[in-house]
């Protein structure tokens, strides 16, 4: 107490005082504040649908259509529920910037809340799948095995061994799985985007996707442990095989060069 | 008795150890006579006859990694559970032979090291191989008394290949599987003993239980024997044919310039060994190549994208990926005439590959050895030839890769298998056009050198105003070396009617030859080289030049 008392006078002391006044009552009123979530109502909800109607009707009708019945430029919205939303905004790749094969990845422009409020608007025209919970995608408590065998029988045909990617026919093409948001994996699987199949619950269960997941995440991430060196993209003998041919006999020729340039001079006799 | 009395060495005193060691192995092996028939041979200096050395070590290599993996190599397809220390397999099913390929990976001390040193010296092996043979082709080293080791070369490289592909099968990954599938794929498309051919091989349904057993066997006992057999013959031949020669100044037909084996050529030798081993294990240690663990173990229900042979069946891969899927149904059998032509194809090629020194020598008609080497462009058809199947080579390759052109150039793959197509047939057409036309070029240029010398870049002014270039006469060695070549004249038929007026029958075979020879020595298909009169006019008359 004596410390305390010889300091009351610090020219920061005032700092400190109003420092710690400020978070008592913040913490306070967020202890002892009404929980506003259990307030969401029906009137929030269609809140959050009146926006993303204002939303869509600036950035996807044009090929949607106004009401999500479709163009000829856009597939119809009715029932494609709020994970392909969440999985097509989300990702970037609508909306779309020009028609072609397929749609790519690109640069997301609308924030989360935003996409939110697609996705409420898109899933109120039509029941369709919903965006998963954490609880769902999480990698967390996946059978890491399990997902590398259901990877392989399932997806492996177009994404590769270890999901980098392949071609499809005509352009179209299957994207590499690094960096992918395991939320955004999960919903793909669930929705089906673009060229991909879909695999609803009823064919490939919650658990199975979970457990693609976490193979995913243990063999095509950041945290991947690949040992023997570079990885060459992955792709298998036509990468290893260029890299013999640059790297393994184009440096054995350089030496050979280098050895033949380095003669032992005739003595004169 | 003679000897005993006053022996000269004794009274210098002990022989020293070395000396006697080889006293000894002399008397029992006869190294001295075999010593000085070979120490001083003589071997030419130049970058590209190293290229068989970078084979000949790479072998070697191989030979050496390959003997450790066997001491922890199971080659079994017996099902086992997975337990060790790669987490995203563990307690999956697999054959034995993927358990121990993961297990030298993970497990064993330097095992990956030593996997990668095999599997990187396997491929610069065959491609050391393939650019020693392009050596040889395009400097016409293939020419009498030589053509028996360019087979003993082709076959070492066509069971290189196969080798190269049993090895690629023996972990039983997914990749591998499908690597054998596909070739089991080809077997079956041979109408009638193609399905009794399969059978044979994989002891029944594929994949059975037998493969992986069966390759092992001829991936490390039956092919390595005979290649390590041809590889003895070819190198007796090259000591036997003693080694040819760029053309030059001292260098005939009948010598060979260059360092004795020993001590010049051992230790250059040596030290490449060393260099080579030095390259492959530093890439092998930068680079992972195969990671089975990635990519799973075979299961027949399985597939994934990007399944690739390596790169020396690349062609073959290329040659199905581009064939339109034909196939003939008849009173219930099917030919799979999409899988069968390419097979076909394949064999073809090969054996055109294993010909070529005998037509050539057929279209000339020469009967001579040849010690000095061709500079390319002095056999324009022949470097026409090489330079068209190499496009054609690669057309395939870019085929066999037409998905990884696809996803990397953003291309559609149907659009490159078009391409692929129509390539197969015009590329190699266009390449030895131009390649023949850049050879000719590349003559004139030569005679224009030899005639009026080389363009110094000096521009002079004389006295009445006329700018000329100045020209610096080419020196005796130079002017030697740019026309020792011979030019070969076309076969003629002659006459067909004799003096008597009675016709001959000229045979087809004999036309065809004429109509060879005239393609690769004819009119416009060889720039003359200048004459002793053209060089004596030019260089005498009016100096201006």
Not at chain 1, 37 to 47: F, I, R, T, V, Y
Not at chain 1, 235 to 258: D, K, N, Q, R, T
Not at chain 2, 30 to 57: Q, T
Not at chain 2, 60 to 69: A, D, F, K, N, P
């Amino acid at each position: 107490m004596k410390k305390l008392s010889a300091r009351r006078r610090h020219p920061l002391a005032a700092v400190v005082v109003l420092l710690l006044a400020l978070a008592a009552t913040g913490g306070l009123y967020t202890a002892f504040a009404p929980a506003s979530k259990a307030k969401a109502d029906e009137s929030a909800q269609s809140l959050t649908i009146e926006e993303g109607k204002k939303l869509y009707e600036v950035g996807c009708a044009s090929c949607h259509g106004a009401g999500g019945q479709g163009t000829t430029d856009g597939p119809s919205l009715v029932g494609v529920g709020a994970a392909a939303v969440d999985f097509q905004v989300g990702t970037g790749r609508m909306p779309a910037q020009q028609p072609g094969a397929q749609v790519p990845r690109k640069k997301v422009i609308y924030t989360q809340a935003e996409i939110d409020q697609l996705a409420a608007y898109i899933a109120s025209l039509g029941a369709g799948p919903s965006v998963p919970t954490k609880n769902q995608y999480s990698p967390e408590g996946a059978d890491i095995a399990k997902g590398g065998e259901l990877f392989r029988t399932n997806c492996a045909q177009c994404h590769n061994f270890t999901g980098k990617g392949g071609a499809l026919t005509h352009g179209k093409f299957a994207p590499d799985l690094e960096g992918v948001q395991p939320k955004h994996i999960y919903e793909a699987m669930q929705t089906g985007p673009q060229n991909m199949p879909s695999f609803p619950d009823t064919v490939m269960p919650e658990k199975a996707k979970k457990d693609i997941i976490g193979y995913l995440n243990a063999v095509n991430s950041d945290q991947t442990k690949n040992p023997g060196g570079l990885e060459l993209g992955g792709l298998g003998p036509v990468s290893e095989g260029l890299f013999a041919w640059i790297f393994g006999l184009g440096a054995l020729v350089v030496v050979a060069v280098w050895v033949a340039a380095r003669t032992a001079k005739a003595k004169k006799s | 008795m003679s000897t005993t009395a006053s022996n000269p060495t004794r009274s210098r005193g002990k022989a020293p150890a070395g000396e006697k060691l080889a006293d000894w192995a002399d008397g029992r092996l006869g190294i001295y006579s075999l010593a000085k028939a070979n120490m001083r041979k003589i071997f030419p200096d130049h970058w590209s006859f190293m290229l068989g050395e970078v084979c000949l070590y790479s072998f070697l290599i191989i030979i050496l990694t390959g003997v450790y993996l066997t001491l922890f190599f199971h080659p079994s397809m017996n099902e086992v559970v997975y337990h060790g220390s790669y987490v995203p397999l563990q307690g999956q099913l697999m054959s034995e032979a993927f358990n121990s390929t993961l297990h030298i990976s993970f497990e064993v001390r330097g095992g990956l090291l030593i996997r990668q040193i095999h599997h990187w010296a396997a491929l610069v092996f065959l491609a050391g191989m393939f650019v020693h043979m392009m050596r040889v082709f395009f400097t016409g080293a293939f020419r009498k008394p030589r053509e028996v080791n360019w087979l003993f070369g082709f076959l070492l490289f066509v069971l290189g290949m196969f080798t190269g592909f049993t090895g690629y099968s023996l972990p039983d990954d997914l990749l591998s599987g499908t690597g054998v599938r596909f070739m089991e794929g080809a077997i079956l498309s041979v109408p009638i003993i193609g399905t009794y051919i399969s059978f044979f091989l994989f002891g029944g349904e594929f994949p059975g239980h037998d493969f992986v057993a069966r390759f092992y066997s001829i991936h490390i006992l039956l092919l390595p024997g005979i290649m390590l057999g041809l590889v003895v013959g070819h190198l007796i031949l090259v000591f036997y044919h003693k080694h040819t020669q760029f053309a030059g100044p001292g260098k005939t037909n009948n010598n060979v310039v260059g360092m004795p084996l020993l001590p010049v050529y051992m230790a250059k030798a040596g030290g490449f060994f060393f260099l080579v081993f030095g390259a492959i294990a530093a890439i092998a240690a930068i680079a992972q190549i195969n990671p089975i663990w990635a990519i799973g173990p075979y299961r027949p229900d399985q597939v994934s994208t990007g399944a690739q042979p390596d790169w020396y069946m690349g062609m073959a891969e290329g040659l199905i990926r581009a064939m339109p899927g034909w196939e003939i149904n008849f009173w219930g059998h099917t030919l799979v005439l999409g899988v069968f032509i390419p097979l076909v194809l394949f064999g073809v090629v090969l054996i055109a590959i294993a010909l070529y020194p005998f037509i050539e020598a057929w279209v000339t008609g020469d009967k001579r050895e040849h010690h000095i080497l061709d500079r390319p462009r002095n056999a324009p058809t022949r470097t026409a030839f090489g330079a068209a199947w190499i496009a054609w080579y690669f057309v395939l390759l870019v085929g066999g890769g037409n998905d990884l052109w696809a996803t990397h150039f953003h291309l559609s793959i149907n659009a490159i298998t078009w391409f692929v197509r129509i390539a197969f047939f015009v590329v190699p057409v266009l390449t030895f056009i131009v390649t023949k036309r850049i050879c000719l070029s590349l003559q004139r240029r030569d005679r224009d050198k030899v005639l009026h010398g080389r363009e110094s870049g000096i521009i002079k002014r004389l006295p009445h105003g006329e700018f000329i270039e100045v020209h610096e006469p080419l020196s005796q060695e130079q002017l030697y070396t740019l026309t020792a070549h011979h030019q070969y004249e076309p076969v003629e038929i002659g006459p067909t009617v004799d003096e008597n007026g009675v016709e001959r029958k000229v045979k087809g075979t004999e036309k065809l030859r004429a109509k060879l020879s005239r393609a690769y020595y004819g009119e416009g298909n060889q720039i003359a080289k200048p004459t002793v009169e053209e060089y004596k006019e030019i260089t005498s008359g009016h100096g201006h030049h």
